[in-house]
């Protein structure tokens, strides 16, 4: 299989991890990293055995794909930068700030004829993965994603930093445009919104109501999914799948008995899973499985969110 010449742009904390991921992969050959911090991108450099740089401009043209993990307001200008030379971008999420942006980004992938996927890490959690090779028809969706407090995801609120995964999640799942959208929520610790909850009604009659908070006392990331006949619940922080159904026979007369099906995945890594799915795209043609219009549909509704979140908080003052 032939290698693809790839560059990290942004080797901070989260960046550093995709530099060590395209390192250690036999089909990918890691050019170079890129940070505004020459020590940052000296050291990753070194651990990963490529050129350091602190302008990704000098590398336009050169590479075959590119990690963006810069802050997300420079998203959209690095991404377009390196999809007008033809590049293709794994850009970290949000895919960028405003939905004109990503709706930009989205046509010059396609004018250009290259790959933009979308960090969505949570599409490649085990057990989700388990998830979508089955036929469900969820009727009403429950998440809650709670965190502490960590003082580096603050440029960004909840809505985006926490709970446009779930909302990826669920938009992808339910697969039927938005009907209404109701939200509420609070600043606690941050200048931006902490905790948040919406609901998220469709057309075809599916309810999704999702919670986010970043100033939990504990750590949890769970869905809980009722189609007709079926309760299932995913935990995504410890690779757990539930499924319960209505069985054949009876628990009690006129009463069906409930089947169950429990299954936990080992650890894996889902940022590999990414990069080795970003990857097979380039060089396979694979179905990019977080694409940049589930990207932009993402940020639209987070937005959405967002909006209807400070609009009530306002009221409330």
Do not use: W
């Not at 396609?110 to 089955?134: P, S, T």
């Not at 949890?220 to 079926?230: G, N, T, V």
């Not at 009463?255 to 940022?271: C, G, H, N, V, Y």
């Amino acid at each position: 299989m032939s290698s693809t010449r790839c560059a990290v742009i942004g080797v901070g904390y989260l960046g550093k991890f995709h530099a060590q991921k395209y390192a250690a992969l036999p089909n990918a050959d890691l050019i170079a990293v890129v940070d505004a911090s020459p020590q940052q991108a000296a050291a990753v450099a070194a651990d990963c055995h490529c050129r350091a740089l602190t302008d990704y401009k000098e590398l336009l043209g050169k590479v075959d794909a590119v990690s963006i993990a810069v802050p997300t307001t420079l998203h959209f200008q690095v991404a377009k930068d390196f999809l007008e030379h033809g590049t293709h971008v794994l850009v970290e999420k949000p895919i960028t700030v405003t939905v004109e942006e990503a709706a930009e980004l989205n046509r010059i992938a396609r004018d250009k004829g290259v790959i933009l996927q979308v960090g969505h890490l949570e599409r490649f959690n085990a057990a989700l993965m388990d998830l979508a090779d089955r036929n469900i028809r969820p009727l009403f969706i429950e998440s809650h994603r709670l965190a502490p407090f960590k003082p580096r995801a603050t440029d960004v609120n909840v809505v985006l930093d926490l709970m446009i995964h779930d909302i990826d999640i669920i938009l992808d799942m339910v697969r039927s445009p938005l009907k209404s959208i109701a939200a509420s929520g609070a600043q606690v610790l941050s200048q931006a919104v902490d905790i948040a909850n919406a609901r998220l009604e469709f057309e075809n009659g599916c309810v999704a109501n999702v919670t986010s908070s970043r100033v939990s006392m504990k750590s949890e990331r769970k869905m809980r999914i009722f189609e007709p006949s079926a309760y299932i619940s995913v935990d995504f922080q410890n690779r757990g799948l539930s499924i319960h159904r209505v069985g054949e026979r009876e628990m009690f007369p006129g009463i069906p008995e409930i089947t169950s099906e429990e299954s936990f995945f080992d650890e894996s890594d889902a940022l590999k899973a990414e990069i080795i799915a970003f990857l097979k795209a380039i060089q396979e043609g694979a179905p990019v499985i977080v694409s940049g219009e589930d990207g932009q549909r993402a940020l639209e509704t987070a937005i959405r969110i967002t909006d209807l979140v400070l609009r009530n908080a306002r009221v409330l003052r």
